[in-house]
């Protein structure tokens, strides 16, 4: 079955280290995203991108990088320069046919 | 600048006691309303699209319906697995603006 595949479903990260979240997808969409939801607030969108090798900021792209070398992929690095990361994150893709398909989050957790 | 309010931010019903959440917003272009379900821990899952005003939609006890303001997310006799976090959305040129939601706890 088509979906979108987030892992891991926990991440603990210490101060100063960086973390990837992974994101794959199977669906042949062309657009994917990464948004932050936090308790008691909406999803965020943190970055975006449209088509391979290219990529956009969101509205909170600081201290998170990412990269887009295949369709499939859309890793979310967290840096040190994060300064709050703990929270929800959820990927996400679309086509324009279907709409957006979400994963099913990763939660990472500052110790 | 686009933006989504939902209310109220959080619901309790009785079993089978109707009633509606709310999701205004304010959007240059309509691109497509989103209106999304919630389970805690878990990504969101897709109801409906709603594109022009006056379009409704259904699905088993929810309907969507739109304005050129708002949109409502009616429940018809609530189960108690109804319980969620419900989440708007409206499309903009690059990607979905979400409301912070309203969590629905239906009691048998």
């Known amino acids: 079955d088509g979906g979108i595949t987030q892992s891991p479903k926990y991440l603990f990260r210490k101060e100063g280290q960086n973390v990837t979240l992974s994101c794959e997808q199977n669906?042949?969409?062309?657009?994917m995203y990464w948004y932050r939801q936090d308790p008691g607030q909406g999803l965020r969108l943190i970055y975006y991108?449209?088509?391979?090798?290219?990529?956009q900021k969101g509205d909170i792209a600081e201290g998170y990088s990412v990269s887009r070398e295949k369709k499939e992929s859309f890793p979310l690095t967290v840096t040190s320069a994060q300064k709050n990361p703990t929270a929800f994150y959820l990927c996400?893709?679309?086509?324009?046919?279907?709409?957006?398909?979400f994963g099913s989050g990763t939660r990472l957790t500052v110790v | 600048e686009d933006q989504v309010t939902q209310s109220p931010e959080a619901l309790r019903l009785q079993e089978g006691e109707s009633s509606s959440l709310n999701c205004s917003y304010t959007?240059?272009?309509?691109?497509?309303l989103f209106w999304y379900r919630q389970d805690p821990g878990k990504g969101p899952e897709f109801l409906f699209t709603?594109?022009?005003a006056g379009e409704e939609k259904e699905k088993e006890r929810l309907k969507a319906t739109l304005t050129k303001k708002e949109s409502f997310l009616h429940i018809t006799a609530p189960k108690p697995e109804d319980s969620a976090t419900y989440l708007c959305?409206?499309?903009?040129?690059?990607?979905?603006?979400f409301g912070k939601g309203t969590t629905l706890s239906v009691s048998s």
């Open positions: 959305a409206v499309q903009d040129k690059t990607a979905l603006i």
């Open positions: 709603l594109y022009s």
């Open positions: 959007v240059s272009g309509l691109r497509g």
């Open positions: 996400a893709s679309r086509d324009r046919a279907h709409g957006y398909t």
């Open positions: 991108s449209q088509i391979v090798n290219d990529f």
């Open positions: 669906l042949n969409h062309d657009a």
